[in-house]
């Protein structure tokens, strides 16, 4: 019974994510990469605030893998960095934190491009 509140809680609170997000686009004239700029800074101050982590106690992915999780790790690495090595720290701390994510983004969206195959819409 654990596991299903813990998947609750996950879904429930990742799903008021995209629901807010969906309702910028539905009912404000944000493009959806405004939102996503939003979204990242909003994860951004989170995190510099130290609310992120309570978040994250409490709802694990459903705020770690939305783009929130994102600016947030962001942050995190910069300021690790900025305490071990100062400005250059500052700097280069958020981009080896997400590293590894956006490796990962990279080769994947590779390995679709080359498997699928583009066609045009037909209107």
Known sequence: MEVF???LKV???GGL????GQILINKTKMSSARILVLYMMIGVVLELSGAFEYMKQFAGSG???????????????ALE?????GFMG???GGIS?????LTTVIVC???FGVIARSRSKKV
């Open 90 to 92: 500052a700097v280069t």
């Open 97 to 101: 934190a997400v590293a590894a994510g």
């Open 109 to 111: 969206g590779l390995g």
């Open 63 to 77: 705020v770690t893998i939305p783009i929130m999780g994102f600016g947030s790790n962001l942050a995190k690495g």
């Open 11 to 13: 879904f429930a609170v």
């Open 5 to 7: 509140l813990t998947y």
């Open 17 to 20: 994510v995209c629901l807010a």
């Open 81 to 85: 960095g900025a305490k071990a090595n």
